[in-house]
């Protein structure tokens, strides 16, 4: 049984920036980060794989940065020059089917099968 816990999230007016942890209690395939919205369905922010391949939604591009600290079983997420429209609760996922690789060019949340409770960022214009 994989733990993911998520931490880092807060209110910042629109402009700031924020940084989101993840801590995991073991090595998978893929991290991914995810929101949701007020009201809205989750969405995929950003995700990485083993290889250290990226990849991000066109909303976040530019903005965001997803990166791992393997030795510290750690995910991270930058998130600059935030909008209000970023806010939502954002979740930490894990993938242990490889199907979720970068190469493989899926978009499937479903691949995750592991995810912390996730952590609210607010931003305010």
């Known amino acids: 049984q994989v733990q993911l816990v998520e931490s880092g999230g807060g209110s910042v007016q629109a402009g700031g920036s924020l940084r989101l942890f993840c801590q995991a209690s073991?090595?998978?395939?893929?991290m991914g980060w995810f929101r949701q919205p007020p009201g809205k369905e989750r969405e995929g922010v950003a995700q990485?794989?083993?290889?250290?391949?990226?990849k991000y939604a066109d909303s976040v591009k530019g903005r965001f940065t997803i990166s791992q600290d393997n030795a510290k079983n750690t995910l991270y997420l930058q998130m600059n020059n935030l909008k209000p429209e970023d806010t939502a609760v954002y979740y930490c996922?894990?993938?242990?089917?490889?199907?979720?690789?970068?190469?493989?060019?899926?978009?499937?949340?479903?691949?995750?099968?592991?995810w912390g409770q996730g952590t609210q960022v607010t931003v305010s214009s």
């Open positions: 073991a090595d998978a395939y893929c």
């Open positions: 996922a894990a993938s242990y089917s490889l199907l979720c690789r970068v190469a493989y060019g899926r978009n499937n949340p479903g691949d995750f099968g592991y």
């Open positions: 990485i794989d083993d290889y250290d391949r990226t």
